[in-house]
């Protein structure tokens, strides 16, 4: 599948699909992105976790209840604009799990947040608030999950922005919407569009709508995908995109092995599928990691959902960097000392702020929650504690990685690493080679200048210049761990975009 961009300047060929950017962001940890490495493991980043930025309301107002983040941040200029969830206190609202309405709220830094009045629904007597209006839906109407997409080069001015809901009208089965100015809806005449589905990321891939979720299609959850190329029809048979069901086992039972052990409920499953943050070449994707206590079966109050990390070249495809590591742990999330809410909700909510990363989710019933990282340090290589055995070095080299081939659409590219050196004794050195891994002389050996400083985006150099080869020549880039210290290297990220940086 071929992710299209008119002003795109570099094809990154991801074996059985290829991609079309105006940058190449290959990240160590994606065995897309980079399918080869020796003496590595990849180490996954715990973030910074800020706190709630967008708690409940005030009493009476239309989100005092509850607010739950199964929605989406987009920045749009210089404005972040969030969709959630809100349930209010007035008119008989006692908190039913799914008695939900669309909210918007926005913030200049992706920190602090306000509630506009929008004056499109009334609530309570009067429309000062912040709830967006659906046209098409009645007013019992309630919304159990929503995520949205700004589409600015759509056409159309009504339909740039597309949200995609879940309401009971249509039993779970998938409901879209469309918008001008993503505050003013409009359902579509066709719903319901697609099968029963629960759903945390959308996305558009070259000229085909994504959407992962999970539902009643295949069993239980799995991480489904379903795909548009209108945003109105959709496969009514999903894609696997990825299965992590476990079943507990008796444990009393005596083994015997002419016998099938006893199933017990399932322990393990994927929640919502995954939100989606598509950096052109690679999709990263947040997932959540559902673990039930089999004691307890159904329990809510009894499970706990860690959200993980994954990657994909297509957004159909995953794989996890790190099997079964939790990149955001619910484990902290204490309420009391005998109650506990660790259960944590992904939304389609990615940003690259400044010199960090930003990613909102939400804690259930508990607000929209902040986690950081460094620039896009979520994860890097690092060399095994074996990978620098001697007597295998001088036949397989030291530690290092190859990316996929990358070809240039214009001259003048250039190579960067977002690079953490610990100590003064550790270098990485970046070298170039053809499509069949063979090294450019001019890009390799002795010409190559190893890099020596940390940064986010380091420059790579080499002896006859800083730009890569010219247009239309492909190459893989290769990353050295050298040095005295070579266990002191760690690689988030290689860059390939136009040099001037």
């Not at 070095?393 to 250039?414: E, M, N, R, S, Y």
């Amino acid at each position: 599948m071929t992710i299209s961009n008119s002003e795109s300047v570099f094809d990154v060929h991801l074996g059985t699909s290829s991609a079309r950017v105006p940058e190449a962001v290959l990240f160590p940890f994606d065995t897309f992105c980079v399918p080869f490495a020796r003496g590595m493991r990849v180490e996954l980043q715990s973030p910074t976790k800020e706190g709630v930025v967008v708690p409940r309301g005030p009493q009476e107002s239309c989100d005092a209840h509850r607010v739950q983040f199964n929605g989406t941040v987009i920045r749009i200029g210089d404005e972040f604009k969030m969709w959630y969830l809100g349930l209010g206190d007035r008119e008989g609202e006692e908190g039913f799990a799914h008695d939900l309405f669309v909210c918007h709220a926005t913030s200049r830094d992706g920190v602090h947040w306000e509630k506009p009045d929008l004056g499109l629904v009334e609530y309570g007597g009067d429309k000062k608030n912040n709830r967006v209006r659906i046209n098409g839906l009645q007013e019992s109407d309630r919304v159990y999950m929503t995520i949205v997409l700004h589409e600015p080069e759509d056409p159309d001015p009504e339909r740039r922005f597309k949200m995609a809901i879940e309401i009971p009208r249509y039993h779970g089965q998938l409901a879209v919407a469309t918008s001008a100015d993503g505050l003013d809806w409009y359902v579509s005449p066709a719903n319901p569009v697609g099968p029963l589905t629960e759903f945390s990321g959308l996305t558009k891939v070259g000229d085909c709508y994504i959407l992962s979720g999970q539902g009643g299609t295949a069993c239980g959850r799995t991480m489904e995908v379903l795909a548009s190329y209108d945003f109105e029809h959709w496969t009514m048979a999903p894609a696997i995109g990825l299965r992590k069901e476990q079943v507990a086992y008796d444990s009393n039972r005596p083994v015997n092995p002419w016998m099938p052990a006893i199933p017990l409920p399932i322990t393990r499953e994927i929640h919502l599928g995954a939100s989606l943050w598509n950096r052109g070449n690679v999709i990263l994707g947040v997932y959540g990691d559902m673990h039930w206590n089999p004691q307890f079966p159904g329990e809510r109050k009894h499970c706990r959902i860690n959200l993980g990390l994954l990657t994909s070249p297509d957004g159909l495809h995953y794989r996890e960097p790190l099997p079964d590591f939790p990149l955001i742990s619910a484990a902290e999330n204490w309420r009391a000392p005998t109650e506990w809410d660790a259960r944590l909700l992904q939304g389609q909510a990615f940003e690259n702020v400044g010199e960090k990363t930003f990613f909102w989710h939400g804690v259930a019933h508990g607000g929209v929650h902040l986690a950081t990282w460094p620039r896009d340090q979520i994860g890097c290589l690092r060399m095994h504690e074996h990978g620098n055995r001697r007597e295998l070095t001088p036949i397989l080299g030291p530690p290092h990685f190859l990316t996929c081939p990358v070809t240039p659409g214009q001259d003048g590219a250039g190579v960067f690493l977002n690079v953490e050196l610990a100590s003064k004794h550790a270098e990485a050195k970046v070298e170039l080679c053809d499509e069949q891994f063979r090294p450019l002389p001019d890009y390799s050996g002795d010409n190559a200048i190893p890099v020596t400083e940390s940064g986010l985006r380091v420059p790579v150099r080499w002896k006859g210049g800083n730009t890569a080869p010219g247009k239309g020549e492909a190459f893989r880039v290769r990353v050295e761990y050298c040095g005295i210290r070579p266990e002191d290297v760690r690689v988030f990220a290689v860059y390939v975009a136009d040099g001037s940086g």
